[in-house]
């Protein structure tokens, strides 16, 4: 049985959503390590894969000596790097060339291309690995001409036929109703009750820790504009300045996106993949970046917000939505997974 190796630093939800959405299809038929230094690590469930942890606050030069330790000393067939072809603080730029014994694969998503341009990361590329995977971000990335460039659709955490239904997913937001006119409040009791058809506008709070306090303060404005509606906040932790009751954590995320009528979140590459596959509209901060283009993708795919006012506005026009929507679309990371065993392993 192969071993893949998937390299997934990063802060945030985002390198570790899109290494599970990947390993856990893979890890049907191989053994995926995953190594990452994400803060939401320990809210994981069981997606099959070894997660291994770097400490978060482990400093620069620890980290480095933790990924250099990892990948020359650790037994796999495989290795795949998620959005940093040369590491998130530099530091595969030397290991990488010692790994010529192995396949290298190289998850492209939309990067700055200032970042390209610094480290002449097109020759870089090119030299290091022998295959780069676009996972629906399209064919305007500034690495997506190179010959090596393979495109699937977007890699979700989730199938398709693997979503709860709607009234399941209200459950998991605390508003399932056994009957009209009755609720079942399964998550946090004081939680205001929700009627089957009352709209449900999801916030969802899964960018960096320090947007936590934001989306908090959102949440109540949102919960004021609406008082017909149903809000909830979608978190790893109760954010601050989020009244209690509207709080709920779940993973993935994803699970309780047929519930909402409506998201509101970050533009994020798993909060606008997983909207656009669910059907849900969402309204979206483009936050700053050092590497991702947020903006780029909210311009694309979501309705693109920069004060809290304007999403409110928006929200509001989307009030009449449609909810009712079949949901059906193909998961990417199946894809890259069969791409990757046919040619690599």
């Not at 919960?223 to 300045?241: H, K, M, S, T, Y």
């Not at 809290?308 to 079949?326: D, F, G, K, W, Y």
Request: hydrophobic share 40%; glycine share 6%; proline share 7%.
């Amino acid at each position: 049985m192969a071993t893949w190796l998937i390299y997934a630093l990063g802060g945030g939800w985002g390198h570790l959503t899109r290494s599970l959405s990947l390993g856990r299809i893979a890890a049907r038929h191989h053994r995926v390590k995953i190594l990452t230094n994400s803060p939401y690590a320990t809210y994981l469930r069981d997606e099959s894969c070894d997660v291994q942890v770097i400490a978060p606050d482990a400093g620069f030069a620890a980290t480095c000596e933790q990924v250099r330790d990892v990948l020359l000393n650790t037994q796999y067939d495989c290795l795949i790097v998620d959005t940093f072809p040369r590491g998130l603080g530099g530091e595969l730029a030397d290991i990488l060339p010692q790994l010529k014994h192995i396949p290298r694969i190289l998850i492209h998503r939309d990067i700055s291309p200032v970042y390209i341009h610094r480290f002449a990361l097109r020759s870089f590329v090119a030299e290091n690995f022998d295959a780069v995977i676009v996972p629906g971000d399209g064919e305007d990335l500034p690495l997506a001409d190179l010959p090596i460039v393979h495109y699937t659709s977007p890699w979700l955490i989730r199938n398709a036929e693997e979503l709860p239904d709607r009234m399941k997913a209200r459950s998991l937001l605390g508003l399932n109703c056994d009957r009209p006119g009755e609720y079942n409040l399964r998550v946090h009791k004081q939680s205001p009750p929700a009627r089957v058809r009352e709209k449900i506008i999801l916030v969802c709070a899964a960018g960096q820790a320090s947007e936590l306090s934001f989306f908090g303060k959102l949440s109540t404005h949102l919960n004021q504009a609406f008082p017909d509606a149903a809000v909830r906040v979608l978190a790893p932790i109760c954010p601050e300045g989020c009244p209690p009751q509207l709080w709920v954590s779940h993973s993935p995320g994803i699970e309780c996106l047929p519930a909402a009528d409506i998201v509101v979140g970050g533009a994020g590459y798993n909060t606008v993949y997983e909207c656009a596959a669910v059907g849900v509209p969402l309204v979206a901060f483009a936050f700053k970046r050092l590497y991702d283009r947020q903006n780029v993708r909210a311009l694309r795919c979501a309705y693109c917000v920069q004060e809290i006012h304007e999403a409110i506005a928006t929200v509001a026009m989307l009030q009449n939505h449609v909810s009712n929507r079949p949901v059906d679309y193909p998961n990417g990371a199946v894809e890259a997974v069969r791409l990757i065993e046919n040619q690599f392993t």
